[in-house]
C-alpha cells in the first residue's frame, strides 16, 4: 500500500500583491454589460443623481446584483468587489450602497423591472444569433412548446423584528414572497415581497406577479407563442384562472395548468371511477412510472365557476416512505393528486401527457432553493421597502446566472445550480498582470476549469452588443 505523503508547509502572510480572488465574478460584471442591464439600470436610476457626481446609481445596483449572483449574502460583502478595484473597477462603499436601496422607491423600483426585461430581451436576441435561442422546456420525454411559467411561495425566516414580518402559517415567522420563474432557463421573471402571513392562494397577488412575469417577456415571444402557466393548488383560484382566460383576449396564448385540493365530490369521483379507466402513468424520460397511474374525472366533478374547457385529471400511487396521508389516502392505501388544466384534447392533449407536464412544475422547488443561495434567502433591512429593492435585485441576480449558463457555456456547466458554478468558475482565484499595455487576468494552469472560464469570456467578448 503507498503511503499518502504529508502536505508541504508553507508560510503564511498577507502582502501578497496582484492576486485576485473571485475573478470569474468578472465574467458576471461583463455579461451584465454586454446585455445592456448596466445601461438600463443607469437609465433607470438617473433621477437618484441630480447632480452626476458620486457613484452613478445604476452602477451601484448592477454590482449588487453581481455580487448576489457570487453568492454574496449581505450589503457588506460588496467589499470583494471593491477591495479589487484593479478588475472591477471602482465600486461603492456600503453605505452608499445602502443609501440607493432606500432611496429607490415603488417609481424607480418599476423602472428597475422594466430595465431587467430590456436586458433580457438583449439576451434572448443574442441566444438566436448565437446559438439555437431559448431552451425549450421538456416533459414525459417531448419538448414543451412555447415557454413555461412557473409561480410558486415560500417562506424566508426572520430572526429580527422587520417591517410587515408576520407568523407564518408553519409556525415561523418572516415573508412570504410569491416568486416565478421560466422553467426553460431557470430566470427569475418576477417576484413580491409579501408579510409572512399572507394568504398562499392570494388570487390577487397571484395575477399581480404573473403580469409582471408576463411583462417581462419579450414581445416577439409574448405574443405569437404558447404560454404554459403551472402552480400549486394555491393557484387555482377562480379569478386567477378567469384572468389567464382573460389574457387570449389581449392577444397573448396563455393556458394553465394547476393543483387541486381533494374535495368530497373529488374522493367520490376517484373511488366511483373504474379501473380500467386508470391508466399507467409517465417519468420525466417518457418512460412509464412504477405504481402510479392517472385517470381523467372531468364531468364527473362540479367545475362551474371555472373557465370553460377546464379538465380536472387525478394521479394515484403507492406513497413513498414517510409521505404525509390523509385519511382517505390511508383509506384507500394510495396517495392522490389532483389538478387543473385548460389544454384541449386535440394537440397531444392525453391525461398522461398533462400529468407528467405537470409534474415538472416541481422543479420550482429547485429554482426557489437556488433563490435562497442568490439573494432572496436573507433579507438586510428592517425597512419592507429596502428589501423590496432587494428581492428585485436578487431576481437579476439569478438571471445573469441563467444567461451565463445560455450564452457562455455548455455540457455540465449549462445545467450547473449555482452552488456548483460558483465554485467552479466566479471562485476562482487569478494573478493580475500589466504587459503591452494590457491587463491581464490569468488563471492559474492547474485549475481544472480555467478552459472553461477562458472559453466563457471569449464567447463574452464575440456576443453582439445591442446598438447604441
Same mark, same amino acid.
Given at each position: 500500500?503507498?503511503?499518502? $505523503? ?71 460583502? !460588496? ?66 412548446? $412555447? ?11 426572520? @430572526? ?9 402559517? #408553519? ?6 414572497? !410569491? ?11 418576477? $417576484?413580491?415581497?409579501?408579510? *409572512? ?25 409574448? @405574443? ?7 402552480? $400549486? ?7 386567477? %384562472? ?6 387570449? #383576449?389581449? *392577444? ?26 386508470? @391508466? ?41 416512505? *414517510? ?16 389538478? %387543473? ?12 401527457? !398533462?400529468?407528467?407536464?405537470?409534474? *415538472? ?31 428585485? %435585485? ?6 445573469? !446566472? ?17 452552488? #456548483?458554478?460558483?465554485?467552479? %468558475? ?43
Amino acid at each position: 500500500m503507498q503511503a499518502i $505523503g504529508l502536505r508541504p508547509k508553507v508560510h503564511v502572510s498577507a502582502d501578497g500583491s496582484g492576486v485576485v480572488g473571485h475573478a470569474g465574478a468578472r465574467l458576471l460584471a461583463d455579461l451584465a454589460d454586454a446585455t445592456g442591464l448596466s445601461a438600463a439600470y443607469s437609465a433607470a436610476l438617473r433621477p437618484l443623481r441630480p447632480r452626476g457626481t458620486g457613484h452613478d446609481p445604476g452602477r451601484v445596483a448592477t454590482d449588487l446584483a453581481v455580487m448576489l449572483a457570487d453568492g454574496g449574502e449581505a450589503i457588506a460583502d !460588496l467589499s470583494v468587489l471593491r477591495d479589487q478595484a484593479g478588475v472591477f473597477g471602482p465600486v461603492a462603499s456600503t453605505p452608499t450602497a445602502w443609501r440607493l436601496l432606500a432611496d429607490t422607491d415603488e417609481a424607480a423600483l418599476a423602472s428597475l423591472r422594466a430595465a431587467r426585461g430590456s436586458a433580457r430581451e438583449v439576451a434572448w436576441m443574442q441566444a438566436a444569433e448565437t446559438g439555437e435561442g431559448i431552451p425549450v422546456a421538456r416533459a414525459g420525454g417531448r419538448e414543451l412548446p $412555447g415557454l413555461v411559467l412557473d409561480l410558486d411561495a415560500t417562506l424566508v425566516t426572520c @430572526h429580527s423584528e422587520k417591517e410587515q414580518a408576520a407568523p407564518t402559517y #408553519k409556525g415561523g415567522f418572516g415573508f412570504h414572497p !410569491l416568486l416565478c420563474f421560466l422553467a426553460n432557463t431557470g430566470e427569475a421573471v418576477s $417576484g413580491r415581497l409579501r408579510p *409572512g402571513n399572507s394568504g398562499a392562494n392570494t388570487a390577487a397577488d397571484h395575477i399581480t406577479v404573473l403580469d409582471q412575469a408576463l411583462a417581462q417577456i419579450p414581445d416577439a415571444h409574448r @405574443h405569437g407563442t404558447d404560454i404554459l402557466i403551472r402552480a $400549486g393548488s394555491a393557484g387555482s383560484a377562480k379569478a386567477f %384562472l378567469a384572468h389567464i382566460r382573460d389574457l387570449r #383576449k389581449r *392577444g397573448i396564448r396563455t393556458f394553465f395548468s394547476v393543483g387541486y385540493a381533494i374535495t368530497e365530490p373529488v374522493r367520490r369521483a376517484v373511488r366511483a371511477m373504474p379501473d380500467r379507466l386508470w @391508466h399507467p402513468a409517465l417519468d420525466q424520460d417518457g418512460t412509464l412510472r412504477d405504481g402510479a397511474e392517472v385517470a381523467e374525472v372531468t364531468g364527473m366533478v362540479d367545475l362551474d365557476g371555472y373557465p370553460t374547457g377546464t379538465r380536472i385529471i387525478v394521479r394515484r400511487e403507492r406513497p413513498h416512505p *414517510g409521505a404525509q396521508l390523509s385519511l382517505f389516502h390511508q383509506d384507500e392505501g394510495l396517495r392522490h393528486q389532483v389538478f %387543473l388544466t385548460d389544454t384541449p384534447y386535440s394537440g397531444g392533449g392525453s391525461a398522461q401527457f !398533462l400529468e407528467v407536464r405537470h409534474r *415538472g412544475h416541481a422543479t420550482v422547488e429547485d429554482h426557489i432553493r437556488c433563490g435562497k443561495t442568490t439573494g432572496f434567502g436573507r433579507f438586510p433591512s428592517r425597512d419592507f421597502a429596502v428589501n423590496a429593492v432587494w428581492l428585485e %435585485l436578487s431576481l437579476a441576480a439569478i438571471d445573469l !446566472l441563467a444567461w451565463t449558463r445560455v450564452l457562455l457555456l455548455d455540457g455540465e456547466l449549462a445545467n450547473a445550480e449555482p452552488k #456548483k458554478l460558483r465554485y467552479r %468558475l466566479p471562485h476562482v482565484a487569478a494573478r493580475l498582470t500589466r504587459g503591452g499595455r494590457r491587463l491581464r487576468l490569468r488563471i492559474s494552469a492547474t485549475w481544472p476549469w480555467r478552459n472553461e472560464l477562458a472559453t466563457a469570456f471569449h464567447r463574452l467578448a464575440a456576443l453582439p452588443r445591442p446598438a447604441g
